[in-house]
């Protein structure tokens, strides 16, 4: 966020919600990320970074939170936190990603993080109970732009939907509690995740 202009780091300071201006002002100066999109062709699969495949709703907020702002700093600090322990980037797969604004809005908040986001996960044809599968298509469709390590946060019960068993044996799947979002127990687990080599 450094080497963002002047205007637009304003700009984007003025996504936060209460109180986390303030944490990314001490941020800035402190963080060891750069986030510069990384060169996928250059890398070889085991230099590629971990992936988080990342929904909002009921992650990054809480479904009965009555206030108008849709991500929770607290939340969000807590990805950023997953990011770094692996050098992860983030892969969106919430439905938040066939909104251009919403996408967009999702973007910059982790970028004012220094969390990289690389894309989005296609939409199935039937786009109904489908994550897992977008998921996996997203996988065997970017080889390169991963290591074979992965998480998914969601607070869907992925397991049900198509490929759901696929994901259950991968035992890379996080749910969260879409009452409370994205935990301190949730990141202990999603790291531990990321860390596991198969």
């Known amino acids: 966020m450094n080497n963002l202009p002047s205007p637009l780091r304003g700009h984007l300071l003025g996504f936060c919600a209460p109180g986390e201006a303030d944490m990314l002002r001490l941020l800035q100066e402190g963080s060891t990320r750069t986030n510069p999109l990384p060169d996928f062709g250059a890398m070889s699969m ?105 998480v998914v946060l969601d607070d869907r019960d992925l397991t049900r939907e198509t490929r759901g068993a696929e994901l259950a044996a991968a035992r890379r799947f996080v749910r969260t509690d879409p009452r409370v979002g994205f935990t301190d127990a949730n990141l202990t687990e999603a790291v531990e995740i990321l860390r596991r080599v198969e």
Do not use: C
């Not at 993080?113 to 786009?127: D, H, K, M, W």
């Open 46 to 150: 085991a230099s590629a970074p971990p992936i988080i495949f990342l929904d909002v709703d009921g992650v990054l907020n809480r479904v009965d939170d009555p206030s108008e702002e849709r991500i929770d700093a607290t939340m969000l600090m807590r990805v950023r936190q997953l990011a770094d322990s692996a050098g992860a980037v983030v892969v969106i797969s919430s439905d938040w990603r066939t909104q251009p604004e919403a996408k967009a809005h999702i973007e910059q908040r982790l970028a004012m993080l220094n969390v990289t986001v690389i894309g989005a996960t296609p939409l199935a044809r039937t786009r109904a109970l489908a994550r897992p599968a977008e998921i996996f298509q997203w996988l065997s469709t970017h080889p390169d732009e991963h290591n074979g390590r992965y």
